[in-house]
Structure formats: structure tokens, C-alpha cells
């Protein structure tokens, strides 16, 4: 599974069918571009708002029938008309690139997966979408996986956030553990920091754990794409209490032993 800049996006899985790499590339592009823009380079707030506006002017260019100018913007309105996909997911994609731009702490869990509803969630209902696949409980389940996705690509990744002056870590769960925002910026590897860590694992764990039949339930490629990224979120978070949650120093990836172990996993669900 190839997976690129924008979190978690299969880009060109193997499990993939040829006929729809073209359009989850597309999709992709948009999403990349668009994150690009909210998160990359110097450029000031205001600047970066004015770029996702763009973005935002073609979906309404699409919805309305008329033809982007931009080749990125038309070839999406294409992979929409072609595959009637729906465009509130892109919307809500570029909903939480705006939130980036300015939004840089999470007082509490809830605002931070409502967040999640928006930057991850989208992206499985749209490869959902592309297979036809549209039962509510299949989307509760996508949801649960891809909001797990981003919440494990956060813990992976604090101390990275943490350089560009981000903290997806709730606040409230930083003051109940007794973990101050200089101690992350410090990288110190603390009891409380790993008590924090471990609760946050286990919340992202039973999240990931929670949509997982949907993996099991759908059929042919997706289910086993699926079957894929899940156990490769969960190898993940095992890395990181391998780790002994010191992700400052030991940040977790996936290695061609851990698709062994993943594949084992995938087979067994």
C-alpha cells in the first residue's frame, strides 16, 4: 500500500483496481494540493485562506456545471460526474485545511474528532463512494477507521506538529495527566507523558477496533484494502509502546517485516 503526503490516502494500492487508480489519484491531488497549501511554506494566514478559497470556487465551478479552468479542477469534475460522487466530502476536506490555518490546540476530544470528521473521514467515504458502496452502517464503520487513522498519525507524529506550532493532544487530557505544552516542546520522555500516551492509544485502538468489521464484511479488494489499513494503524501503535511511547526519538514506520505481521493479521480477521 502506497501510502504518500496526505495521511492515509491509498494512492495506488496494489489491492487497487486499475479502473479507479485514475480517479483516487485525482481525488488525491485535490486533497494534497489543497493541504499543501493550508500547511507548507512560509506563506501567511490570510494568503493560505485566499489559495483554499480556489479550491473552494471550483467545487462550486463543478456543482454547477460549468467547466474549471484549472486541468487539476476539471479532471475532478470529471471523476464527480463519472463516478456520482458526492462533493459535501471535498468541502469538508477543505473545511479542515481552514481549521489548520488557524486552529493550533484542542481544548477537548470531542472538538478534536470533530476535526477528524472532517480531515479523515471524507477520504473514506469518497473511496466508498467509488466502489458503490453505500450502507449507513459502512459508512459509521469507514468513519471510525479513518478517524482512528488520523488520531494514530497524531501520536506517531507530535513532535513534528509540535515544530510548526501545533497540539492535536487534547488540552484536557494534557491538564489530567499533568503534562505542560513546554514539556512536549522539550521532548521530555516523562511517567506522565507515557501515561497520557497510553491513553491515548488505547482510545485510537478500540476507535480503529470499532470499524473493523467493515473490513471483514465487504468483499474482493476493499475489504481486503481495508483489512490492510487497518492492521497497519493498529502495527502502528504497537510500535509506539514498543517504543515505550518516546515518539520524540523513536518514531514508528512500517518496515517489510511489519507486512509480514500485517498480512498474517489481515488473513486471520
Not at 505544552?181 to 491513553?199: S, V
Not at 476493499?222 to 502495527?235: D, K, Y
Request: glycine share 8%.
Amino acid at each position: 500500500m502506497s501510502i504518500e503526503h496526505y495521511e492515509n490516502f491509498p494512492v495506488a494500492s496494489i489491492l487497487m483496481p486499475r479502473r479507479l487508480v485514475p480517479a483516487v489519484e485525482t481525488i488525491y491531488a485535490f486533497a494534497r494540493g489543497a493541504d499543501d497549501i493550508a500547511d507548507e511554506g512560509d506563506a501567511a494566514p490570510a494568503e493560505r485562506l485566499a489559495g483554499l478559497a480556489e479550491y473552494e470556487a471550483a467545487l462550486d465551478d463543478i456543482a454547477a456545471g460549468r467547466p474549471p479552468a484549472r486541468p487539476l479542477f476539471a479532471r475532478l469534475g470529471q471523476v464527480v460526474a463519472q463516478y456520482q460522487l458526492p462533493l459535501q466530502p471535498l468541502h469538508d476536506l477543505l473545511s479542515a485545511f481552514r481549521q489548520d490555518v488557524v486552529t493550533t490546540r484542542y481544548g477537548d476530544y470531542a472538538r478534536l474528532l470533530d476535526y477528524c470528521r472532517r480531515s479523515a473521514n471524507p477520504v473514506g467515504r469518497l473511496m466508498l463512494a467509488l466502489y458503490r458502496v453505500e450502507g449507513e452502517r459502512d459508512l459509521v464503520e469507514a468513519d471510525a477507521i479513518c478517524s482512528a487513522l488520523q488520531l494514530i498519525n497524531f501520536w506517531q507524529d507530535v513532535g513534528i506538529d509540535m515544530a510548526k506550532g501545533r497540539i492535536y493532544l487534547p488540552l484536557e487530557d494534557l491538564a489530567r495527566f499533568g503534562v505542560a505544552e513546554a514539556d512536549i516542546e522539550a521532548g521530555l520522555d516523562t511517567p506522565p507523558w507515557r501515561a497520557l500516551m497510553a491513553f491515548e492509544l488505547e482510545r485510537a485502538r478500540a476507535l480503529m477496533l470499532s470499524g473493523a468489521p467493515l473490513a471483514t464484511r465487504l468483499p474482493g479488494r476493499i475489504g481486503w484494502e481495508l483489512r490492510f489499513v487497518v492492521q497497519g494503524g493498529l502495527r502502528i501503535l504497537e510500535g509506539i509502546e514498543r517504543a515505550n511511547y518516546d515518539v520524540y526519538r523513536q518514531r514508528p514506520t512500517i518496515g517489510k517485516r511489519d507486512y509480514l505481521v500485517m498480512l498474517g493479521r489481515a488473513l486471520r480477521m
